[in-house]
């Protein structure tokens, strides 16, 4: 089974710095763009940033300019390293990825859990 494991979550100070990372395993397919998804309590799902399997990145504007997006593609791994983090970053946050065969069919991680305090 294809199984997406975040790590790296946990409690900061407003201003610190977390860095997350999500490992693809037992994919039988390559992996075309991955993205981070948060959602706060009581909030809908948002897309916070992806990256193509060339590296083209995007962000959402609440983070551009304070985190960034990278993969290593030969490790089916990526990454999101998160600077400046403020209360409202505070979330539950997922990985994701996408088949390059079949890029309607998405695969989820089970969540890590980021508390930035005030």
């Known amino acids: 089974q294809v199984q997406l494991v975040e790590s790296g979550g946990g409690l900061v100070q407003a201003g610190g710095s977390l860095s997350l990372s999500c490992a693809a395993s037992?994919?039988?397919?390559?992996?075309?763009?991955m993205r981070w998804y948060r959602q706060a309590p009581g909030k809908q799902r948002e897309l916070v940033a992806s990256?193509?399997?060339?590296?083209?990145?995007s962000y959402a504007d609440s983070v551009k300019g304070r985190f960034t997006i990278s993969r290593d593609n030969s490790k089916n791994t990526v990454y999101l390293q998160m600077n400046s983090l403020k209360p409202e970053d505070t979330a539950v946050y997922y990985c994701?990825?996408?088949?390059?065969?079949?890029?309607?069919?998405?695969?989820w991680g089970q969540g890590t859990q980021v508390t930035v305090s005030s």
């Open positions: 994701n990825a996408q088949r390059a065969d079949y890029i309607s069919i998405n695969y």
């Open positions: 037992g994919t039988r397919f390559s992996i075309n763009a």
């Open positions: 990256i193509t399997r060339a590296g083209l990145t």
